[in-house]
């Protein structure tokens, strides 16, 4: 099946992560002791396992302005199939859908096709992906896929009618990269 797959990735501006402070050394002083007691649990909360609220955690940023990312999607035409070659199709993919347990696609793309921003996203989350896997015999599987990095891809594709229709896959994890086009990707489920 031919779709279009989106791979969300933060854009930043240059004044993103402006440093310039107006703050003078008692008003710094000040903050960074306010936030040292906002969020002293925290990590204790953390390694003990149990359950807080990170609204009030410090930044530890007292002198440095961060501002959101803004969410931006690349795209780039691909062919979706099972995970042994075997045809996708709308119903399937409806199929998809409505089964509660994780699927496995497989991602062809067509790199004459690919955008070279989707190129860079794609190959930073590969490295991600090798990365953590690289610690699978000192840490073990289990680790290793909770630590795995995690996207959700957005694909448009044209239904029966022939109307260009939207799906976002969420939790995606790369499982195998065969090739420099040939993903085969893990995913929790795929919404509407």
Known sequence: MKIK????YNTYDDGDFD???EMTDDEFFDRLEREESMSKGIANDFVMGRRFNTRGAASFNAATRHNEGKVRIVHAEADISGPDGEEVTV???V?????PDVGVFRVIFNPDEMDEEFEENLNFWNEEHASINSYIDKMGE???FTNEPVRNLRIDYLNKAGEEKHAE????RI???ESITNYLILFDKITF
């Open 169 to 172: 896959i969420v939790n995606c």
């Open 142 to 144: 289990d680790w290793v």
């Open 95 to 99: 199929s998809m859908c409505v089964n």
């Open 19 to 21: 440093s310039k402070s």
């Open 91 to 93: 119903d399937s993919l």
């Open 175 to 177: 499982l195998d990269k």
């Open 5 to 8: 797959l989106g791979l969300p």
